[in-house]
Every structure is written in structure tokens, then in C-alpha cells.
């Protein structure tokens, strides 16, 4: 038996204009998603400036937050521009170096070309030196035919990133000065002219959800400290042994620091930098300091970063490792990552959650 059912035109529309409206957002998401994501790093990178900037305050015993803003921000690029002075001429240094030295190497490596044309002709290649040569011809041939186009992607593949970037920091500096003002104006009109527990509850959760993640961030910083300090006596003792410049300690372990602090593929990008510069100088260095680090990451991720961060946002340990195992499990390595200021912030949520129904009552 059917039955007719009668839906008024006000519902209706109502319907159909939720419907339109998350569409509508959808959209917006999908054309907007790269200015998205600029805007939520440079708000992730104003979190993470707040400590520094709150510690400057703290010692100059002085409340001008905008002043101490621009001092943590102008302190963090200058000791980025600071790292990328010593690691630069390094880079550069022994990439010369490795260039000078490739003739050489190669002919006490290889034996030259006559020990690749022998080895070619275990394989059942006469001579292996032409088809070589005939190969990188080719390839060079093909390269200066596309050079121009190659150019020209690049060069705007560049513009663009060197844009964003730049509007990020921009942004990061906006965020830091007008940020704590605009969300105060925020909560202050929520609140109106009458106090109301409920805003202020929800106001006292934000602020300390934004304080986890701000302590996360200044811990992760620590932890980066000292894989840049284990990564710089690690080369130096390798140096001593292999008898290589000792000079490269301190700028491979500032590479390793800045790097640490990238989500993710930080690590790996800052293990394979130094295993490549190491292998210019020393190849059996590069192999130790590879298997050296890699045993030291597992101790470092497993251990040392759970326990550093468990201890901050009043954590066991035990419950960071399972919350980095679960986010694992459920979102990758992102999960990973935010898997520990996420179970900061549920422990804050469990915290304040009579607060909040008191302030709903």
C-alpha cells in the first residue's frame, strides 16, 4: 500500500538549498584548495612561532606581543638564513670536489672505459664504450631540442613556488601580529554584552587545544635539536676515522635540524642529502652513516620522540606510541604525525567537558 507523502514548499526549498549550498562549498574547496593550504601553514607556522615569541616576552618582562612577534620571526629566518650560509658553500665545495676527482675515480673504480667494455663483453656486447656514448647522445640531442619548452615550464614551475612560498611568509608574519587580536574580537562577539559560561567554555577549549599544539611544535623543535646534535658528532667521529674534512659536522647536523622539522619526508630527504655529500668525500662513510642513522631513527621515532612528547602535553608514553600506531594504521604517515597533538587535544576535550555542559545548562 502506498502512501503519498506532502512536503511543504518552505521545507523544500530549505532541502534544496542545503544541497546547493554544499555544492557550492565543495566547489569552492576544490578551486581554492592550493590557497588552502597556503593558509593553513602559515597559520600552522604562527602557532609554532607563539612559544618563542611568548618566551621573548617573558624575558624582556614587557606585554608588547606584536614587538615579540616580529623578534621570534626575525630570529627564525635569520637562523634559517644562517644554516643555508654554512651548508651552501659546503654543498658546493664538495660537489666541486666529487667533479674534479670523477676522471680519476673512475678510472681506479671501473678501470676506465677498457673495464667497461670487458665487463660488456661478459654480457655479450663488443663494445659497450659506443653504446654508451651512442645512448648520451641521444639523450643530449633530445635534451637541447627541448631545452626551450624545459625552460620555460621550469622557470614558471619556479616563479610559483617562490610566490607561494613568499606569500606564506607573509602571511605567517600577518598571523602572528593580527592573529591573537582578531580571534579575541572573535570570541568578544559571541560573548555580547552579557556573560555567557558556554563562550567562555568554548573559548578556554580552543585555547588550550592551540596550546598543545603550540607545545607540540616547540618539542618536535627539541627533538630536532638533537637529531642535528647526534647527526653532527656522527660525521665528526666519521671524519676522525675516514680522514675527511671535519669541517662538514656542523653544517650536515644544521641540515639534518632544519630538515626533522618537515613532516614526513624531512628525515629521509636530510639522510639522503648527507649519505650523498659524505659519499663525495668517503663512499664507506656514506654506507655507515647510513645504516647508522637508520638504526638511530627507529630508536629516535619509537623512544626518544614519544617520551620527549609524552612528558610535555602530560601524556604516558604508552598512549603516544599507540595514538602514533593508530594514525598510522588509519591515515599513513600523515596520521603519524598528527597522531600526537590529536590525543592532546582529546585529553583536553575529556578535561573540560563538565565545563561545557555546565555552560550549555
Given amino acids: 500500500m502506498s502512501r503519498a507523502i506532502e512536503v511543504d514548499t518552505k521545507t523544500f526549498v530549505r532541502f534544496w538549498l542545503v544541497i546547493l549550498g554544499f555544492g557550492l562549498l565543495a566547489l569552492f574547496v576544490w578551486k581554492a584548495w592550493e590557497s588552502l593550504v597556503m593558509i593553513g601553514v602559515a597559520l600552522f607556522l604562527a602557532v609554532a612561532i607563539r612559544p618563542l615569541a611568548q618566551r621573548i616576552n617573558h624575558l624582556t618582562k614587557k606585554d608588547h606581543a606584536m614587538s615579540s612577534s616580529v623578534i621570534a620571526y626575525a630570529l627564525v629566518i635569520g637562523f634559517l638564513g644562517i644554516i643555508v650560509a654554512l651548508v651552501g658553500p659546503v654543498v658546493v665545495e664538495q660537489t666541486t670536489q666529487f667533479v674534479q676527482q670523477l676522471p680519476s675515480t673512475f678510472e681506479h673504480t671501473l678501470g676506465g672505459w677498457d673495464g667497461i667494455n670487458n665487463f660488456g663483453r661478459t654480457l655479450g656486447i663488443d663494445n659497450l664504450q659506443d653504446e654508451i656514448l651512442k645512448n648520451l647522445q641521444a639523450f643530449s640531442s633530445s635534451f637541447v631540442s627541448n631545452f626551450g619548452n624545459t625552460i620555460v615550464v621550469s622557470v614558471g614551475a619556479i616563479a610559483q ?8 611568509i607573509v602571511l605567517t608574519l600577518f598571523f602572528s601580529l593580527e592573529g591573537p587580536r582578531i580571534i579575541e574580537s ?10 555567557n559560561l558556554e563562550v567562555r567554555a568554548y573559548q578556554r577549549l580552543t585555547q588550550r587545544m592551540v596550546d598543545v ?9 627539541m627533538v630536532a635539536f638533537l637529531d642535528g646534535l647526534v647527526v653532527t658528532v656522527a660525521v665528526l667521529i666519521l671524519a676522525v676515522l675516514f680522514g675527511f674534512p671535519g669541517s662538514l659536522a656542523l653544517p650536515m647536523g644544521l641540515l639534518a635540524l632544519v630538515f626533522y622539522l618537515i613532516p614526513m619526508f624531512g628525515p629521509i630527504i636530510s639522510c639522503g642529502l648527507i649519505t650523498l655529500i659524505l659519499l663525495f668525500s668517503s663512499p664507506v662513510a656514506a654506507f655507515v652513516f647510513l645504516v647508522f642513522y637508520i638504526i638511530y631513527a627507529q630508536i629516535e621515532n ?10 610535555a602535553l602530560n601524556l ?4 603516544v606510541l599507540v595514538a602514533i600506531i593508530i594514525g598510522m594504521n588509519v591515515f599513513g604517515l600523515i596520521g603519524a604525525i598528527i597522531a600526537i597533538p590529536i590525543a592532546g587535544c582529546i585529553k583536553v576535550v575529556l578535561e573540560e567537558l563538565p565545563s561545557l555542559r555546565e555552560g550549555n545548562k
Fill in 161 to 168: 613556488i617562490l610566490t607561494n612560498i613568499i606569500l606564506t
Fill in 186 to 195: 572573535f570570541w568578544k562577539m559571541l560573548e555580547g554584552k552579557h556573560k
Fill in 213 to 221: 599544539f603550540s607545545t607540540y611544535v616547540s618539542h618536535q623543535a
Fill in 302 to 311: 619509537n623512544v626518544i620522540a614519544p617520551k620527549i612528547q609524552g612528558n
Fill in 316 to 319: 604516558p608514553a604508552t598512549i
